[in-house]
């Protein structure tokens, strides 16, 4: 079945640092890939998507790139700031599985002044 | 509201009761989805509705979990005889078909 790996955390960075979280998947076909975002005390937000092979998401100053041929999602960011802090979630959905989404276990990264 | 509402925020129960968790989509969006984060650890897909098609329960870890969804509106999740290992964040999102899905903030369920 559909698998998400992700390195584990917690991640510790001083600002302005660069941030890089790996991801790889196992999945059917041709998977749509995503970063979620948790804040602490909010909810779960959609931070990036790429849905086909050599796709590059971005947002925030975010980049993920859909790399096929590794099987890989990896997020960065150049230059990180306190409030980057949050757990960051690599998630897939692939046709094969309907349309739930399959998540790894969570990147907790805290950015400190 | 315009995003996914869920409540309670927070349900605390002893071991043994039943436990009904609520969620309002987005207006419009034809799927709905139920994922479990235990502590520390990533979300796991419990359910999902999608349309008038039949329910992917493929998810759902006993018989004593079980989910309904009134047309493409609110959905509940019910537990029956609650044990510790149920305690987690209980999140639903929904979707515009294969959209993106967006994510409520979540209940909270603490079984004694």
């Known amino acids: 079945g559909d698998s998400v790996t992700q390195m584990e955390g917690p991640v510790t960075l001083s600002e302005e640092a660069f941030l890089t979280i790996n991801c790889t998947y196992t999945?059917?076909?041709?998977?749509?890939l995503f970063w979620y975002v948790q804040y602490p005390g909010e909810g779960l937000q959609l931070l990036l998507k790429?849905?086909?092979?050599?796709d590059k998401g971005s947002n925030k100053g975010f980049e993920a790139s859909y790399r096929k041929e590794t099987t890989s999602f990896h997020l960065e960011k150049g230059s990180v700031q306190v409030s980057d802090s949050a757990v960051y979630f690599c998630?897939?959905?692939?046709?094969?599985?309907?349309?739930?989404?399959?998540f790894g276990g969570g990147t907790r990264v805290l950015v400190k002044p | 509201g315009a995003g996914v509402s869920q409540s309670p925020s927070n349900k605390v129960t002893e071991k043994g009761k039943d436990v009904e968790l609520r969620c309002d989509p987005i207006?419009?969006?034809?799927?709905l989805y139920w994922y479990r984060q235990r502590l520390g650890q990533g979300l796991e897909f419990l359910i999902y509705?999608?349309?008038?098609?039949?329910?992917?329960k493929s998810g759902l870890p006993s018989d004593r979990f079980s989910a309904e969804r009134t047309g493409e509106s609110v959905s509940t999740l019910t537990i029956q005889r609650t044990q510790q290992e149920d305690s987690a964040v209980y999140l639903c999102?929904?979707?515009?078909?294969?959209?993106?899905?967006?994510f409520g903030d979540g209940t909270r369920l603490s079984i004694l």
């Open positions: 790429a849905t086909k092979a050599d």
């Open positions: 999102a929904s979707s515009l078909d294969v959209q993106p899905q967006h």
């Open positions: 509705f999608q349309g008038n098609s039949a329910p992917d």
């Open positions: 207006s419009g969006h034809t799927a």
């Open positions: 999945a059917t076909g041709y998977p749509s």
């Open positions: 998630a897939l959905r692939s046709k094969a599985a309907g349309n739930k989404l399959t």
